[in-house]
Nanobody, 124 residues
């Protein structure tokens, strides 16, 4: 497992932008598939975006396509989530995750390392 620490959450008005960052403790972080999940109050944790370890392909949940972008900086051992055109329904605690799988990576079971989460609140 790898230690993950998120940052960058906060309060923003609808239509605004935020950039979340996740810092990893493992120097082999580039060998992990990385993902972002979120959990709104009273709801289950849901997949947001992933960047696979093999080839770096990405995937997004439909509700964020065209608005969110996942990226990584292997030299800094970080993975970011750029969130644009934010909507009130994007309000949630956002979690960074890492795992060694390349398949099934839209599910939480594919990840064995999780950050503590960072709150994102979008006001209308």
């Amino acid at each position: 497992q790898v230690r993950l620490v998120e940052s960058g959450g906060g309060l923003v008005q609808a239509g605004g932008s935020l950039r979340l960052s996740c810092a990893a403790s493992d120097r082999t972080f580039s060998s992990y598939t990385v993902g972002w999940f979120r959990q709104a109050p009273g709801k289950e944790r849901e997949f947001v975006a992933t960047l696979r370890r093999d080839g770096g392909s990405t995937a997004y949940t439909d509700s964020v396509k065209g608005r969110f972008t996942i990226s990584r900086d292997n030299a800094k051992n970080t993975v970011d989530l750029q969130m644009n055109s934010l909507k009130p329904e994007d309000t949630a605690v956002y979690y960074c995750a890492a795992g060694k799988y390349s398949a099934g990576v839209t599910g939480a079971a594919a990840y064995d390392s999780w950050g503590q989460g960072t709150q994102v609140t979008v006001s209308s």
